[in-house]
């Protein structure tokens, strides 16, 4: 009886927990799908959402009605004035939606997104339907937890536009319980998620929020990449999202952003057939789980934190995080290393004709190190030449580095193959001492530059190459040498090496990068010739079965091979476009009418079909003037009146399409006073933003003058359509159009 209770016991237990499993599975279907339908609803059917538009008021509505069923307290808050900065308003006709979900203790945490998109034309699945799709199923879910602090969950409008308007105006009239922490989200549909790297570096308290929320819901859908952190502190992007409008006001923020192609940006591709709905679900997975994070808490991050230097390695399946006394304190356990090592060896290192070998082991090495890293290289210059692009990795960046490596590979095998005839030197010491001195002078550099992380895996390997220095063994000093390499791999990302390149807008310099891989693997070289003049190295026949002709042989026909099926891959196809900025320019008041192209592509496969059918020439960017008589005026004029000493300065008129924004700007010798907010300020410049809900135009600016000043104004209309009828045409290219008509003149 006692045996068939405890197996009963079992039977019942397995069975309530695979009833439970199954609960469970389809609670996540149903959030799966209801994801997909907030995404297809905002993205789909009610389409592109550009601020104070009829469809953006009804993705306004979406939101408030799912909220409100969700069981939060949910309202619109009115954005219409908002004082971007000390000398800018900006106007529209919108609004915030807002959620809350009352808690019994002190503070309040956000989750945040924007349900605006950038223009007529942009869909905007991923940015940002995606976030606020996140965002619902978010505030569903906490709904039916216990939750300690109050939870808001906001979508802001104007995130598109300038200066973030909705999540300045959301702040500046918060009256519930102080916010302790905020985050939001802006385009978390594809790849795999990560914290934003703008404004600046990710902070601290943020990643291992992050990587605190992935250790329970276990996504596999987490991004720790090194890149992330080291980047913006070399190279601000110039890119922002409404977690900034919180970290001005002092509020620990944070942005969850994804990898996400180029193309897609602000574009008519933005669509919600390309949104991954396993992003959609680790997205909420995730936010969930920071949430019960911060909320389990006091309900904000350590303030120690915010700030800290460290560095993300992300190794075995997990994330290290390496604090900043930890990346400053490795060149001094280094340089202890490197003295205690200079002592046990002082009686070598004094004598001169030791040192001069060494500079001529150094001097040798360089060429052979060239070429030992020149396969690569060779490689993609071969690829992009016989498909007449710059980038013919572009669309398969892993596959190419792959076949990269295999082909650096193959020089190696030729590079230490020839220097194994022309060494100067077949003592093990000089090496070794000219690739720790090499080491240690790249570290402290940039420790010297303050760039502790990018020094810190300089120093590991310098730490590698010294301990490999005390053991006997050549096996354990290639050991040791392994171990001061790894750092490398963390780095050797192609897709976030893409992202970067092509959302930075930055290019590298010709062959700046061939140079960082050979000074980078200068060092590594010598210590490899170092393992290999070590008398039980030189003794034992093994090593130069390495340069036989039967493994040259296998290492070029695997080259051979990665080079035909990089080679029969397109560099751009309908899954990855090149994209081709186009910036066009109507001064109306200078009768000049320029446009500009620009691309990390060859522009000579490009037609400005609406202008000439010829091809644009093959550079990266190129300017076109065209006469003024050969486009349609824009019927734009700004007029002024002066009533009871003031004067009204007015911009008024249309222009195609629905413009982005409207702007009239007034400066002065003198100050003078405008009208603000109801009230006269005194200033000597003053800008008035007005976001247009049609191609109809009207902005006016209220203003006293003292007598006799005059003032100089300009209007300016912005618009995100080809308003020149340029109709610029390429296979597999994306363009984005960014046209500007000008008029200025002066208040007499």
Request: hydrophobic residues 45%; neutral net charge; charged residues 20%.
């Amino acid at each position: 009886m006692q045996a068939r209770g405890k197996l009963g016991s079992a039977l019942l237990a397995a069975s309530t927990a695979l009833l439970g499993c199954q609960r469970v599975s389809q609670e996540d279907l149903a959030a799966r799908q209801r994801l997909l339908q907030h995404v297809r609803q905002l993205a789909q059917e009610i389409g592109p959402r550009p601020t104070g538009s009829p469809a953006e008021a009804r993705a306004r509505e979406y939101i408030l009605r799912n909220l409100e069923e969700a069981g939060l307290a949910a309202s619109e808050e009115p954005v219409h004035e908002t004082r971007i900065s000390e000398t800018t308003d900006l106007v529209a006709d919108s609004a915030n939606v807002v959620g809350i979900l009352q808690g019994g203790t002190p503070g309040a945490i956000l989750v945040g997104a924007h349900h605006d998109s950038r223009n007529a034309h942009c869909p905007g699945a991923s940015d940002d339907a995606s976030g606020v799709a996140v965002l619902l199923e978010t505030a569903r879910r906490m709904a039916g937890r216990p939750h300690r602090h109050s939870l808001v969950f906001a979508t802001f409008t104007g995130e598109e536009t300038l200066g973030l308007p909705g999540s300045r105006e959301f702040i500046a009239n918060w009256k519930g319980p102080p916010l302790s922490a905020a985050i939001t989200m802006d385009f978390v549909g594809t790849g795999k998620v990560f914290v934003a790297p703008f404004p600046t570096a990710p902070g601290l308290w943020a990643s291992r929020l992050l990587a605190g929320a992935e250790a329970r819901a276990k996504t596999g859908r987490v991004l720790f990449d090194p890149w992330l952190v080291i980047v913006p502190r070399v190279l601000p992007l110039p890119y922002g999202a409404d977690h900034a409008s919180f970290l001005e006001a002092g509020i620990p923020a944070l942005n969850l952003s994804c990898q996400f192609p180029a193309w897609t940006y602000h574009t008519s591709q933005d669509t919600a057939s390309r949104v991954d709905p396993e992003t959609l679900f680790a997205s909420l997975e995730l936010v969930s789980s920071m949430v019960g994070i911060l909320d389990e808490g006091s309900g904000s991050p350590p303030e120690v934190e915010a700030r800290a230097e460290y560095l993300p390695l992300p190794m075995g399946g997990r994330v290290w995080f390496v604090p900043g006394p930890m990346l400053r304190g490795a060149g001094a356990i280094v340089i202890f290393l490197a003295g205690w090592q200079l002592f046990r060896q002082r009686r070598e290192l004094w004598h001169g004709g030791s040192w001069g070998e060494a500079i001529w082991v150094l001097l040798m090495s360089i060429p052979f190190t060239a070429l030992a890293v020149s396969g690569g290289f060779a490689m993609e210059w071969m690829l992009g030449y016989l498909a007449g692009v710059r980038h013919a990795w572009a669309a398969h960046p892993t596959s190419h580095l792959a076949g990269g490596l295999v082909a650096m590979l193959a020089t190696f095998w030729v590079s230490t193959g020839a220097f194994r005839f022309v060494r100067p030197s077949i003592r093990s010491g000089p090496y070794l001492t000219m690739a720790v001195l090499l080491q240690v002078a790249l570290a402290g550099g940039l420790a010297a530059l303050r760039r502790h992380d990018i020094a810190f895996g300089f120093w590991l390997g310098a730490a590698g190459m010294l301990a490999a220095s005390f053991c006997i063994s050549a096996s354990r000093r290639l050991a040791w040498g392994i171990l001061g390499v790894v750092w490398i791999l963390p780095i050797l990302s192609a897709t976030a090496y893409r992202m970067f390149l092509e959302l930075s807008g930055a290019s590298l310099p010709a062959f700046a990068l061939e140079g960082i891989v050979l000074v980078v693997a200068l060092p590594w070289f010598l210590f490899i010739e170092h393992l290999l003049c070590l008398p039980q190295v030189l003794l034992d026949r093994r090593p130069p079965r390495f340069w036989s002709l039967a493994v040259g042989g296998c290492l070029l026909a695997v080259t051979l091979g990665a080079a035909l099926l990089n080679a029969s891959r397109a560099s751009y196809d309908s899954n990855h476009r090149a994209v081709v900025e186009v910036g066009e320019s109507v001064d109306m008041t200078q009768r000049r009418v320029e446009a500009t192209f620009s691309s990390p592509e060859s522009l000579r496969v490009v037609r400005a079909s609406g202008w000439n059918p010829a091809p644009l020439p093959d550079v990266l960017w190129t300017q076109l003037s065209i006469a003024w008589e050969r486009i349609q005026t824009p019927d734009l004029q700004v007029e002024y009146d002066e009533e009871l000493g003031e004067t009204v300065l007015r911009l008024h008129g249309s222009v195609p399409g629905l413009p982005r924004m409207a702007s009239l700007t007034i400066r002065g010798s003198r100050p003078f006073e405008v009208m603000r907010g109801g009230a006269w300020e005194s200033t000597q410049r003053y800008r008035r933003v007005n976001l247009p809900s049609s191609g109809v135009i009207h902005q006016e600016i209220r203003l006293r003058r003292p007598e006799g000043e005059h003032l100089e104004y300009e209007g300016e209309v912005s618009t995100d359509d080809d308003l020149l009828g340029l109709n610029p045409t390429a296979s597999f290219r994306e363009f984005k159009f960014s046209s500007k008509v000008r008029l200025s003149g002066r208040i007499p």
